[in-house]
């Protein structure tokens, strides 16, 4: 076994434990026994220490040009490029998902960081003509203040990238609590941040528990904006207690995102795109395809092929290059997954491949769940409405197309969402009538690019995108600027034409 790493916070530039010197621990979740890292259990004062540093080295990083700051963030993905390989190893072992899928969320910063380095140079506002003779006007963007920024295991360096680089670049100075699952990730993703060369203070790293840190963090009165990812629950309270002490604040939570197969649709592909959405990070992603519909037509004829496929899929450690699906992020998680079983049942679905803890071999050791499909499932089951978070996916027939779009509506969230077809017609009525933020049109439910808004309707968000140019949305305030070079006072909002 590797010797766990002791992790500290990153705050003003140094390396500390939490003031009151407790620890917490974060555990291999393919071999429990495996303690990864230990962490400083933080609680409100070491938070008040990262925000005074954070609102002191704000007053003069808001000035730094934008093209300059965006350089330190560009050198974090050149740091972030020769760093690759440990840290995807890093991010096997401590949150599970097979190396292939690790490798992918380090390429997610490393992408992000160039693609938010170049915003730098753009950053663009408007200007347009005045009402007035002799007058200027143009909009700007202006940062926010000090963010702080709440994220969970799932991805966890690709979020922290998502959120604190375009931060950064709008001249933001950011407080990262990560989640307590993946400290390690998050420990070496801002070791990658300080070698960048950010002055002091502009970049900060707490841990702790969710609620005490986090709390902590939510609540505290000088911070300007939290931008949070992570379950519908904890964001209800942030939004609430954001709302209460006047912050901005950017959420993004639950999905239950649903694939639709046409009857003329290709079954192969389809096939593809259901089994990676549904069992690829172990249907740990916020994206993950929990929801099947499928049209009568082909309904047995795809079951069929869903159930051979998914029999084959291969359980195991990340670190094992056989490994196709990985653990289950912890004991409350795998036990969550497991009671939605005894749900499914009790309403009337019929599990029809997996359904239970794998622990057979090897797999005794970690957290393992068998990919499993439940059949027969009606859109009012709590399986088909509620998010589970793990490699579940629930079958549900229609028999036509409108039907389809209508059981794919019919939920709280509104995260990605899919359709398989080759009809042009039903796609672009897709496109249309999908209440999502995000939809594929024969591809799975995952598979998000940096450059495009990320981000749901409905219960799933609060009507922020990430990543794209909407990124610079969340992160900036508009200023419109008027300048008069009439040398006299011009009256605006009094009606001049009379
Ligand atoms: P998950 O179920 O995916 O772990 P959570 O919403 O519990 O989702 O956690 C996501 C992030 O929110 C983590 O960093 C966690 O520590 C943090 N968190 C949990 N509870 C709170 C809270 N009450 N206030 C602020 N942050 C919290």
Same mark, same amino acid.
């Given at each position: 076994m590797?010797t766990?790493?002791?992790?500290?916070?990153?705050?003003?530039?140094?390396?500390l434990?939490?003031a009151?010197g407790?620890?917490?621990?974060s555990?291999?979740p393919a071999?429990?026994?495996?303690?990864v890292?230990?962490?400083?259990r933080s609680?409100?004062?070491?938070?008040?220490?990262?925000v005074?540093?954070?609102?002191?080295?704000?007053?003069s990083?808001r000035k730094?040009?934008?093209?300059a700051?965006?350089?330190y963030?560009f050198?974090v993905g050149e740091? +972030?490029?020769?760093?690759?390989?440990?840290?995807?190893?890093?991010?096997?072992?401590e949150?599970?998902k097979?190396?292939?899928?690790a490798?992918g969320?380090?390429?997610?910063?490393?992408?992000?960081?160039f693609?938010?380095?170049?915003?730098?140079r753009?950053?663009?506002g408007?200007?347009?003509?005045s *009402?007035?003779?002799?007058?200027?006007?143009?909009?700007?963007r202006m940062?926010i203040?000090?963010?702080a920024?709440? =994220? &969970?295991w799932?991805?966890?360096?690709?979020i922290?990238?998502?959120?604190?680089?375009p931060?950064l670049?709008?001249?933001?100075?950011?407080i990262?609590?990560?989640?307590?699952?993946?400290?390690a990730? @998050?420990t070496?993703?801002?070791?990658?941040?300080?070698? $960048?060369?950010?002055p002091?203070?502009?970049?900060?790293?707490?841990?702790?528990?969710?609620?005490?840190?986090?709390?902590?963090?939510?609540?505290h009165t000088?911070?300007?904006?939290?931008?949070? =990812?992570?379950?519908?629950e904890t964001?209800?309270?942030?939004g609430?207690?954001?709302?209460?002490?006047?912050?901005?604040?950017c959420l993004e939570m639950?999905?239950?995102? @649903?694939?639709?197969?046409?009857e003329d @649709?290709?079954?192969?592909l389809a096939?593809?795109? $259901?089994?990676w959405?549904a069992f690829?990070?172990?249907?740990?992603r916020c994206?993950?395809?929990?929801?099947?519909?499928?049209?009568?037509?082909?309904?047995?004829k795809? =079951? $069929?092929?869903?159930?051979?496929?998914t029999?084959?899929?291969?359980?195991?450690?990340?670190n094992?290059?056989e #490994?196709?699906?990985?653990p289950i992020?912890?004991e409350k998680?795998?036990?969550?997954?497991?009671?939605?079983?005894?749900? @499914?049942?009790?309403?009337?679905?019929?599990?029809?491949?997996g359904?239970?803890i794998?622990?057979?071999g090897s797999?005794?050791?970690?957290?393992?769940f *068998?990919p499993t499909i439940?059949?027969?499932v009606?859109?009012?089951?709590?399986?088909a409405?509620e998010?589970?978070?793990?490699p579940?996916?629930?079958?549900i027939?229609?028999?036509?197309f409108?039907?389809?779009?209508a059981i794919?509506?019919?939920?709280?969230?509104? +995260?990605s969402?899919s359709?398989?077809t080759?009809?042009?017609?039903?796609?672009?009525?897709?496109?249309r009538?999908?209440?999502?933020g995000? #939809?594929?049109?024969n591809?799975? =439910?995952?598979?998000a690019?940096?450059h495009? &808004?990320f981000g749901?309707?409905?219960q799933?968000?609060?009507?922020h995108?990430?990543?794209?140019?909407?990124?610079?949305d969340?992160?900036?305030?508009w200023?419109?600027?008027?300048v008069?070079?009439?040398?006299?006072?011009?009256?605006?909002?009094i009606?001049?034409?009379?």
């Open positions: 590797k766990p790493l002791t992790c500290r916070n990153y705050i003003n530039g140094q390396w434990n939490a009151g407790s620890i917490l621990e555990r291999n071999l429990v026994d495996e303690v890292a230990t962490f400083p609680q409100a004062d070491d938070i008040d220490t990262a005074t540093a954070a609102r002191q080295a704000y007053r990083w730094v040009p934008a093209p700051r965006a350089e963030v050198r740091i +972030l490029l020769q760093h690759k390989e440990e840290l995807a190893q890093l991010i096997s072992q949150m599970g097979p190396l292939t899928e490798r969320d380090v390429q997610e910063g490393i992408d992000c960081a693609y938010s380095a170049g915003e730098g753009r950053l663009f408007q200007t347009t003509p *009402e007035m003779p002799n007058k200027f006007a143009m909009t700007v940062p203040g000090i963010c920024l709440i =994220t &969970p799932n991805f966890p360096v690709a922290p990238c998502w959120k604190a680089m931060a670049v709008c001249g933001n100075t950011v990262l609590k990560p989640a307590e699952d993946t400290p990730c @998050a070496k993703l801002i070791e990658i941040f300080a070698a $960048a060369g950010f002091d203070g502009v970049i900060n790293l707490v841990h702790g528990l969710g609620e005490e840190a986090g709390k902590a963090l939510v609540e000088n911070i300007d904006l939290v931008s949070f =990812t992570g379950s519908s964001g209800a309270f942030v609430a207690t954001c709302g209460r002490t006047h912050k901005r604040v639950g999905g239950k995102n @649903a694939q639709v197969v046409m @649709a290709d079954l192969e096939l593809d795109g $259901a089994v959405g690829g990070t172990t249907g740990q994206t993950a395809t929990s929801r099947l519909i499928l049209h009568r037509d082909i309904k047995e795809f =079951t $069929a092929m869903l159930r051979e496929r029999s084959k899929l291969r359980l195991g450690a990340g094992n290059p #490994t196709e699906v990985g992020i912890n998680q795998l036990q969550r997954v497991s009671q939605y079983m005894d749900i @499914a049942r009790e309403e009337g679905a019929k599990v029809l491949i359904g239970g794998a622990n057979a797999l005794k050791n970690g957290y393992f *068998e439940l059949d027969n009606t859109p009012n089951m709590r399986v409405r998010e589970i978070f793990g579940v996916v629930a079958l027939e229609v028999t036509d409108e039907e389809a779009i794919l509506n019919d939920t709280n969230y509104g +995260l969402s359709v398989y080759r009809d042009i017609n039903r796609a672009f009525t897709a496109m009538d999908i209440e999502a995000i #939809t594929y049109i591809g799975p =439910t995952i598979g690019e940096v495009l &808004p749901g309707v409905k799933t968000g609060n009507g995108r990430e990543a794209g140019t909407t990124a610079l969340v992160f900036t305030e200023k419109s600027v008027y008069d070079f009439s040398g006299s006072l011009q009256r605006a909002q009606d001049n034409r009379g």
